[in-house]
């Protein structure tokens, strides 16, 4: 985004008194040179960085200093930017200067000068948050004004739709960037890329293949550009759509990479077409594109959900022996197309995966631990599933659902251990989560079964008493 001082004038024609502002960028402007300025320059610089906050505080006046006092201070420590930051954030935090729009700018100039990026976007956000009565052209406005005065960088306008963007303003960061534009400026590609990120996540895939046309008939798109409308079309389920990107990917010789294979795959997966997701890992591998972890989980995820487990199991195998690290998401769609297998499925194969996945710090979600459960207690292994339980829940972020207490209540009644299905309820009702007919079912058909028939008897009156409808399957007539 280059442009000249000529430019930043275009900027704010629409403005009366744009000269007379740019002339004065800070209206007191003989305090660039007075003894105020100069002697918190000197003290910022010179003194140790102990005393020097106490010593800068007991010169200033007691009502503090103006905005226009702070902006020179900070553009004379431009060289030294974060030791300008502190200065900047201690002047406010103490309440020793109400910034404005000027001041803000001058401290986001400095930082965008040196390429501190992340504090210089904090404080345009702060500003934008704090000065909310002001347009986007008005902040643009007060930017380019002071542009040229504290020496800044053209990234300091990428900065300002970032912040917009960042801040869900989409319509406002929208703005900046046509008014930039029709100047003859215009944004990086990766801002350019992050607002069509923004449109397609907020608007959808139609805008922000728009906007792709819009914004980048004077830039050229990269690799992210398209795998950005890519995903957006693949989130919209228009993956028919996908072809037209591919073709402006050809047009611009931009070489696809794992994760645009990746995307691709996920819209086949998604529409049950696993075989046309296999002829793109096929290709992938002729083009000599090594598939990434996110392409893995992709097709392992496809054949999981096809029931297919045993290819599933390969392409785990492969992508370990390839020293690729599997993530959360690998062992959870693997567990869990154990679990969909049913009765064919290998519980002694998920029980490794799961002891796999806690060996490398992962931590199942409560949906993973509830199948491992069911699995267990489908094998008639309900001793090992209560450990496992108990286990996680060692860790102080899980909580059992209602439905990890049922299957083990359920399993317990059903293999005659009335006792410890009785302090699992107890637990369970301890955690607010009430008994309901199905509880209530696996007890009474738990003391049938025992030939407790009194407790049986007892529990059927509570359960009318209590009007839970719900009936037990396994109760003899």
């Known amino acids: 985004m280059g442009f000249g001082p000529r430019r930043l ?37 010179e003194q140790r960085s102990r005393s020097r906050w106490n010593f800068l505080r007991s010169i200033l006046p007691a009502n503090g200093i103006s905005p226009d006092e702070a902006s020179w201070i900070v553009i004379r420590l431009r060289n030294n930017p974060r030791l300008a930051l502190h200065f900047f954030l201690w002047s406010r935090d103490r309440a020793l200067c109400q910034h404005n729009l000027s001041s803000y700018s001058a401290i986001v100039h400095v930082l965008a000068r040196s390429r501190l990026r992340s504090s210089a976007l904090s404080l345009l956000r702060t500003a934008l948050w704090s000065f909310t ?9 007060t930017i380019a004004r002071t542009y040229r005065v504290c020496d800044s960088a053209p990234f300091v306008f990428d900065l300002l739709i970032q912040a917009y963007l960042l801040s869900l303003k989409l ?24 607002i069509i990120r923004s449109a397609s996540k907020l608007r959808g895939s139609a805008a922000a293949v728009e906007l792709y046309h819009e914004l980048f008939s004077n830039i050229r798109p990269n690799l992210q550009t398209f795998n950005t409308l890519l995903l957006a079309l693949y989130r919209d389920g228009s993956t028919e ?13 931009c070489k696809p990479n794992a994760y645009t294979y990746s995307i691709l795959m996920a819209g086949f997966c998604d529409k049950a077409n696993v ?38 199991d390969e392409l785990f195998r492969q992508m370990v022996m390839r020293e690729m690290e599997p993530t959360s998401t690998t062992f959870e769609l693997l567990i869990n197309g154990h679990y969909r297998a049913g009765a064919a499925g290998d519980v002694e194969a998920a029980l490794l995966l799961y002891a796999d996945m806690k060996q490398r710090g992962f931590r199942p979600e409560v949906e993973t631990v509830d199948k491992m459960l069911d699995q267990m207690c489908e094998k008639g292994r309900v001793g090992q599933a209560v450990q496992m339980l108990r286990e996680e829940m060692r860790r102080e972020e899980f909580a059992p659902s209602r439905r990890s207490y049922e299957l083990l209540i ?9 006792e410890e299905a009785l302090k699992l309820q107890a637990e369970m009702t301890g955690r607010g989560l009430e008994a309901d007919a199905e509880i209530y079912g696996a007890f009474i058909c738990g003391y049938h079964n025992a030939g407790d028939l009194q407790k049986a008897d007892c529990l059927r009156k509570e359960l009318v008493q209590f009007s839970l409808e719900g009936k037990c399957n396994e109760m003899p007539s």
């Open 241 to 253: 759509k996908s072809r037209e990107i591919l073709e402006q990917m050809g047009r611009f010789d």
């Open 171 to 194: 319509d406002d960061a929208l703005s900046i960037t046509r008014v930039l534009r029709s100047r003859g400026i215009y944004p990086l590609t990766s801002t350019a890329n992050f």
């Open 275 to 312: 075989g046309e997701a296999r002829r793109l890992w096929d290709e992938m591998a002729e083009r000599g594109i090594e598939p990434d972890t996110i392409a893995y989980n992709t097709l392992i995820g496809s054949y999981c959900m096809m029931g297919d487990v045993v290819v599933a």
């Open 9 to 45: 004038l275009f900027l704010f024609h629409y403005s009366s008194s744009a000269r007379e502002e740019i002339s004065s960028t800070f209206p007191a402007a003989a305090a660039s040179t007075s003894a105020l300025v100069s002697s918190a320059e000197s003290i910022l610089r």
């Open 410 to 418: 359920k399993s317990l009644c059903r293999h005659g251990r009335m």
């Open 133 to 141: 009565d002001s347009r986007p052209r008005c902040i643009l406005q």
